[in-house]
Nanobody, 123 residues
Framework: QVQLVESGGALVPAGGSLRLSCAAS????????MGWLRQAPGKEREFVAR???????DYADSVKGRFTISRENAKNTVYLQMNSLKPEDTAVYYC?????????????????WGQGTQVTVSS
């Protein structure tokens, strides 16, 4: 049984930083494509960042240069370091895995999902 458990969400002021963690069980993060996606109130879930099993990374234009996805194989954990946070980054952030690496980086690419962690950036 695959479980993805996110943590690290919080309320932070604009310009601040957070690191989200996604601890995986039942799935080895180094063998699968893993991603972070987010959903703001009233909006559709959207791609944020992803890391391929080969370690390639990809980012949404809105977070390039501010967010970094990484993984720690020994802990079977994927991270999302978020710097220079903006109020528009406010959303529930989801870890996802076990998916394909499509050109569209769609939420539909992923098979497994965590429960989400809330990130709120105050202006």
């Amino acid at each position: 049984q695959v479980q993805l458990v996110e943590s690290g969400g919080a309320l932070v002021p604009a310009g601040g930083s957070l690191r989200l963690s996604c601890a995986a069980s039942g799935l080895t993060v180094s063998n699968f494509n893993m991603g972070w996606l987010r959903q703001a109130p009233g909006k559709e879930r959207e791609f944020v960042a992803r890391i391929r099993w080969k370690s390639d990374t990809d980012y949404a234009d809105s977070v390039k240069g501010r967010f970094t996805i990484s993984r720690e194989n020994a802990k079977n954990t994927v991270y999302l370091q978020m710097n220079s946070l903006k109020p528009e980054d406010t959303a529930v952030y989801y870890c996802a895995g076990g998916g394909v690496w499509s050109m569209s980086a769609s939420p539909n690419d992923y098979r497994y999902w965590g429960q989400g962690t809330q990130v709120t950036v105050s202006s």
